[in-house]
């Protein structure tokens, strides 16, 4: 059985968003609090829900690591059949970091229900954290049978918007970047950015991307 956390908009949801946390922060990370509160600020509905690796470690389970990316792609599928029994309406899935790149994985498969609008990854992780020269995570995009839309600091260490401009993307990836912000949206203090503010222009973003055009 899966466990959501939900976020819910005052009134009835635009979509509802399926969303999966990163790789080291549970569920309700204060990152994960602050943009499950700007996405329903904006209409839209946040079931979050954790890995059984992460939900493990409230249990008082060791604290593992969390397995390679394409093995938690069956329990994201399992979550996403849960919460369609429980909601009607257009759906899509996402998720921050490691969760946004098996969320996209998810939508590569041949099986991801029609509902589903498309892929909304928070903070991609396009390569290891500061090694631009390494393998970069491409294809999770690349074979997306769904619409994804990438929100992106444009100083993230796991592609920064310098590095994410000498590459070519596919016409159904798009990238909406965050001023100053790192892999967590924050800016510098010097910057004009702010965390909270970079948080509402990808709840914003991310609210336009679940309307149909």
């Not at 397995?67 to 309406?89: H, N």
């Not at 592609?159 to 016409?171: F, K, S």
Request: glycine content about 12%.
């Amino acid at each position: 059985m899966t466990d959501f956390l939900w976020t819910r908009p005052d009134t009835d949801p635009t979509a509802t968003l399926l969303l999966a946390h990163g790789a080291g922060a549970p569920m309700d990370s204060t990152f994960m609090e602050k943009l499950a509160a700007a996405l329903a600020a904006e209409g839209i509905a946040v079931a979050r829900f954790e890995f059984a690796y992460m939900a493990g470690r409230r249990t008082g389970g060791p604290k593992k690591p969390p397995p390679k990316a394409d093995k938690l792609i069956g329990e994201f599928q399992t979550a996403l059949q849960a919460l369609m029994k429980d909601v009607d309406g257009p759906l899509l899935v996402g998720g921050k970091s490691m969760g946004g790149r098996v969320a996209a994985m998810l939508a590569g498969g041949g099986s991801l229900p029609g509902r589903v609008r498309g892929v909304a990854c928070f903070g991609y992780p396009f390569h290891p954290t500061g090694k631009a020269d390494a393998e970069w995570r491409l294809a999770p995009l690349e074979e997306a049978k769904r619409p994804v839309l990438v929100l992106q600091g444009d100083r993230d260490p796991f592609g920064t918007q310098a590095e994410l401009d000498a590459i070519t993307l596919p016409g159904h990836v798009a990238i909406t970047y965050l001023e100053d912000g790192n892999h967590d949206f924050g800016p510098r203090g010097k910057s004009p950015a702010t965390l909270d503010g970079n948080i509402r222009q990808a709840a914003t973003a991310t609210a336009a991307f679940s309307r149909p055009l």
